[in-house]
Structure formats: C-alpha cells, structure tokens
Nanobody, 123 residues
Framework: QVQLVESGGGLVQAGGSLRLACAASGRTFSRYLLGWFRQAPGKEREFVAAISWSGGWISYAASVKGRFTISRDNAKDTVYLQLNSLKPEDTALYYC????????????????WGQGTQVTVSS
C-alpha cells in the first residue's frame, strides 16, 4: 500500500503560480511512477503530468506543457508540481497518483490516489 497526501492548492489570479506537493508513505516510494491528474466539475479526470522513479521519463499533457513542471525527491518521498502562468481553465481538483507501470497517461493504470487538492484560478 502507498498512501498519498496532496497539499499546496489554493486560489490564485490568472497568470499566477502555485506549487503542489504530494507526500507518500508506505511501500518504497522510489519504485513507483508518480502522476498528477485533475478533474473539473462535470468533466472527466484528465492526465496532467507524470514522472518515472528515476526522473528519466517525464510526460506532460499538451495543455500544460511549458507551464507546469513535475519533479520528485525520492529521499523525501515527495513529488511536486509547479504550476506557472495559470489560466482559469486550470481550475480543478488535482490528484496525485502512483502506479507500478513504467509509463502511463491513463488514470486506470494508477493504483493509489490521494484525496486531491483544489486549485482555483480567477480571471
């Protein structure tokens, strides 16, 4: 089992920045691919970014590429998502998730989920 707890969400104006963090506990954190997903009201959960255990594989959704940066610190069992140049359409509940897959953009491949942290971007 892996337990994930997100933090860092909040209300920010368009163009602003936030840094989300996801702290993990339980099984060896470094063996998991970590991903961030988001879900806005009335919409499906969508992939945002993911990073392999070594950091050698990183992937972003087209909608956030160049604005968001994912990173991880295996010594601290924490994965981060830096959100820059935020837009109102980035408003959503952001989830951290973990999978033993080597690479995946599909939320169905992720076995462990946090409770989510709300990001709200005002125009």
């Amino acid at each position: 089992q892996v337990q994930l707890v997100e933090s860092g969400g909040g209300l920010v104006q368009a163009g602003g920045s936030l840094r989300l963090a996801c702290a993990a506990s339980g099984r060896t954190f470094s063996r998991y691919l970590l991903g961030w997903f988001r879900q806005a009201p009335g919409k499906e959960r969508e992939f945002v970014a993911a990073i392999s255990w070594s950091g050698g594989w990183i992937s972003y959704a087209a909608s956030v590429k160049g604005r968001f940066t994912i990173s991880r610190d295996n010594a601290k069992d924490t994965v981060y998502l830096q959100l820059n140049s935020l837009k109102p359409e980035d408003t959503a509940l952001y989830y951290c998730a973990a999978t033993t897959s080597s690479s995946s953009h599909d939320y169905r491949d992720y076995n462990y989920w946090g409770q989510g942290t709300q990001v709200t971007v005002s125009s």
